[in-house]
């Protein structure tokens, strides 16, 4: 009889803690950082070989925890990113400066800019695009 209650206060407990357990990981799934852009794509239409452009995102964190953005990837050394190095906090405003640079392209260009942050959605990626055109003459 001792035995029982025993077994069966022990499985009460048991019960309750994984509940509980169940309970906690279950509120930090609320908990997120997510970016919203106006864009996610930018085409600067024509520039001539050498001239530079720069383009900046606006985006917002629209999730419930401060945006902290980790590192921000391109594809080409012509492309260069500037990004917020302080979190942002929900409901604020922050940017991501691209600065494309044609020295030594020409033609079709399309570079892909991937931002790396704590966000819910994971990566995220903007795109700038445009038509990169034979130098000026003097």
């Known amino acids: 009889m001792r035995q029982?209650?025993?077994?069966?206060?022990?499985?009460?407990?048991?019960?309750?803690?994984?509940?509980?357990?169940?309970?906690?990981?279950?509120?930090?799934?609320?908990?997120?950082?997510?970016?919203q852009f106006e864009s996610d794509a930018y085409d600067f239409k024509e520039l001539h070989q050498g001239e530079k452009t720069t383009?900046?995102?606006?985006f917002v964190n629209v999730g419930s925890i401060p945006l902290i953005i980790n590192n921000v990837l391109t594809t080409c050394g012509c492309t260069a990113p500037e990004w917020p190095q302080e979190p942002v906090k929900p409901g604020a405003k922050g940017e991501i400066k691209v600065i494309f640079d044609s020295t030594?392209?020409?033609g079709r260009q399309n570079k892909v800019i991937t931002i790396r942050s704590n966000a819910k959605s994971g990566d995220v990626r903007l795109r700038?695009?445009?038509?990169?055109?034979?130098?000026?003459?003097n």
Do not use: N
């Open 128 to 137: 700038i695009s445009g038509m990169v055109l034979p130098a000026k003459k």
């Open 104 to 106: 030594a392209k020409i």
């Open 4 to 35: 029982s209650q025993l077994l069966i206060s022990l499985l009460l407990l048991l019960g309750t803690s994984s509940v509980w357990a169940q309970s906690e990981t279950a509120q930090d799934t609320t908990q997120y950082a997510q970016l």
């Open 55 to 58: 383009h900046i995102f606006e």
